[in-house]
């Protein structure tokens, strides 16, 4: 998956988030020119192309992710079907459960079991500490409780940001 940034700071910034919540576990970036229309004029800008590599199962995690953190109003978060060779595919898996398992995700889970769902029921534990939007949109949560919980997580991961940021 791959977005663009509008400078390295903030290509920085999103790829070290990524790294620690464990959804991505490797991140290339390059400065490139963008030529584009926007808002009925045509621009050229700097940029910096973003690739995260990640697994399929966290695709969607990421993608949301990229969204709730990207400074863009409208970022283009482009995904890309690809294969890995097997001994790099393992190496990525377990660079992704590694991260998941990591003192920093426990940090991102403990801020997010702050939030209770009105069935009783927090977003991570439903889920087995690992949920992810297919996850909440096949379980048994209201509309507006799975929103909620969503919400809640999203919120721990800002905490997180800026907890890095000090």
């Not at 990229?66 to 595919?89: M, V």
């Amino acid at each position: 998956m791959f977005t663009t940034c509008p400078d390295q700071e903030v290509a920085e910034h999103l790829a070290e988030g990524a790294i620690s919540v464990g959804l991505s576990a490797c991140i290339l970036k390059t400065s490139v020119d963008s030529i584009f229309n926007w808002q009925g004029e045509r621009q050229r800008e700097g940029e910096v192309v973003t690739l995260f590599k990640t697994s399929v199962e966290k695709a969607d995690d990421l993608e949301l992710w990229l969204s709730q953190h990207h400074p863009y109003d409208t970022p283009a978060i482009i995904r890309i079907g690809a294969r890995a060779n097997a001994p790099y595919e393992e190496w990525l898996n377990q660079q992704l459960d590694q991260a998941s398992n990591s003192g920093m995700d426990q940090d991102l889970k403990d801020s997010a079991n702050t939030a209770v769902g009105s069935n009783g029921t927090n977003l991570l534990e439903a889920f087995g500490g690992q949920a992810t939007v297919a996850e909440v949109e096949e379980s048994n949560l209201s509309e507006d409780e799975a929103i909620a919980q969503v919400q809640a997580l999203m919120e721990g991961m800002d905490e997180l940001d800026d907890m890095e940021l000090d």
